[in-house]
């Protein structure tokens, strides 16, 4: 099957970098816009963009008039009549789509592949609204879409047997990485990710932990690139919030009903970066509380000697009766502070990745010691983050429910262990994707932090996926690749 020229109906961020990637890779691209004003637009995205890519040395000038010059650009969708490939980028509206592709069923001719770009929404159901469900497919690129090297290529149920290759193989001439999957809500990527985003703002609406707490444990703690209240002023808090309901209205699972918050911000129209303003933006300035007076310490728990050492170097001293008392945990510890004689001055610490401590309060802790503990560790170098003694603490309680799903994903059949990893370091910019990071945690840290989650929210989800408890039990370390 010979894609020579492809159109791209709606040319705005998403639909404009589409349109580059396929001029880049040397086709033919129609671009269809509504009317004048969103046609000039959408010619503004792509001589900004293309621009850019010269000034970065990623085009050359010339390449970047070749480039512009594959593009002719309309407002007549009839124009579309002989492309081999039309990809509609429209805004995420079930209905609106259905419709735009009904009309290109009637204007294209009968071979042509019309693909959907969208994130979320069903395939199947977009497939239907024409006469031609099995050249029907979803082909959809992150953006930027001229930077980000994944496509998720979408197979339904009626799509020719045909079609999926020839899309494969395209990608890989537009040097993207495609991932084949079902058509199941979300995909990969926004499957695994958007609850992942969903269950940061739910602990920050429980007072687990704060958003900039949040935000630094998994930047630092779990080596992210973004923390995911940022991640979600970037996508846009509306897009999120269809996600998930999307999700919900698929699964039904609990954890993927948008956060009431995220509800509250989208219906306030603070959707994040688009508007200057969502989860972060118009922040008072912050206010840098006094240093902490504490000059002894104790450390209880297992494993505290190389902390107490750093401590000690950093010129405090250990003493009998201190000033604050740390505990090393991964658990819960109210059990241990409730045996003491002043519960008020034992704070938890969390060692995470190298860089955070994760500085946990339990309902005794008192602000001062709290507070003390935290300096205490930015003395040592390390970032301190504030949370509540729940299970889990922050980066557990957000990274391991992520990965439980990795393996329920992979244990139902809907995409391989090497294309999930692929999907979210590709599509997410992760280090590394959900299973070499189960490999590099240990599966049977993760299987018992699971069951300590599980224990303390009850969330079936977060019980462990039957294929992770049996691997751990077999004392497997590693999950069987072909």
């Known amino acids: 099957m010979a894609f020579e020229m492809v159109g791209v109906v709606g040319l705005g961020t ?47 000038p010339a390449d970047r008039d070749a480039v512009l010059g594959r593009i002719t650009l309309t407002t007549a969708r009839e124009d579309l009549r002989e492309a081999d490939l039309v990809v509609e980028a429209i805004p995420e509206v079930l209905g609106h789509k259905t419709a735009l592709m009904r009309d290109l069923d009637g204007i294209c001719k009968p071979e042509t592949v019309l693909a959907t770009n969208t994130s979320s929404l069903s395939v199947t159901a977009i497939a239907a609204a024409t006469g031609r469900p099995g050249r029907v497919v979803g082909l959809h690129f992150f953006n930027p879409a001229p930077v980000m090297r994944l496509a998720e290529v979408v197979r339904t149920v009626v799509t020719d047997a045909d079609v999926v290759p020839a899309m494969r193989e395209l990608a890989v001439r537009l040097g993207k990485t ?86 509250e911000l989208v219906s306030a129209r603070l959707l994040g970066r688009k508007t200057g303003r969502g989860f972060h933006g118009a922040d008072p300035r912050p206010h840098e509380p006094a240093k902490s007076s504490v000059i002894t310490f104790d450390i209880a728990g297992s494993g505290g000697g190389e902390l107490a050492e750093r401590l000690r170097a950093a010129g405090f001293k250990s003493a009998e009766e201190p000033d604050v008392l740390l505990r090393l945990a991964d658990r819960p510890m109210i059990e241990h502070a409730v045996q003491l004689r002043d519960p008020a001055r034992m704070v938890g610490v969390h060692l995470v990745g190298g860089r955070v401590a994760e500085v946990v309060s339990t309902v005794l802790t008192s602000p001062e010691a709290a507070h003390a503990a935290a300096d205490l560790m930015k003395v040592i170098g390390l970032t301190p983050v504030a949370c509540r003694d729940r299970a889990g603490f922050v980066v557990d309680a957000l990274l391991y429910p992520y990965l439980n799903d990795a393996v329920r994903m992979y244990e139902s059949g809907y995409a391989s262990i090497d294309e999930i990893d692929s999907a979210m370091r590709l599509g997410c910019g992760y280090p590394a994707g959900p299973f070499e990071t189960l490999e590099t945690i240990g599966l049977d840290t993760v299987r018992e932090g699971l069951r300590a989650l599980y224990a303390e929210y009850r969330e079936p989800a977060f019980a462990p996926a039957p294929l992770l408890d049996q691997l751990v039990t077999a004392g497997v370390r590693a999950f069987p690749r072909p």
């Open 14 to 60: 998403m639909g404009a970098g589409i349109a580059e990637v396929f001029a880049r890779g040397g086709l033919r691209v129609i671009g269809v816009e509504a009317d004048a004003d969103a046609l000039a637009r959408g010619r503004g995205h792509l001589e900004r963009s293309t621009q850019r890519a010269v000034d970065r040395g990623k085009l050359t």
């Open 178 to 263: 495609a991932v084949v999957v079902g058509d199941r809500a979300g995909f990969v990527v926004n499957r695994l990710l958007l609850p992942y985003l969903n269950h940061a703002a739910v602990l920050m609406e429980q007072g687990v932990a704060g958003r900039d707490d949040i935000d630094a444990a998994m930047r630092h703690g779990a080596g992210l690139p973004m923390g995911p209240f940022e991640l979600l002023d970037l996508i846009g808090l509306d897009t999120a919030y269809e996600i998930m309901g999307v999700l919900f209205d698929e699964t039904r699972d609990r954890r993927h009903a948008p956060a009431p918050v995220l509800r």
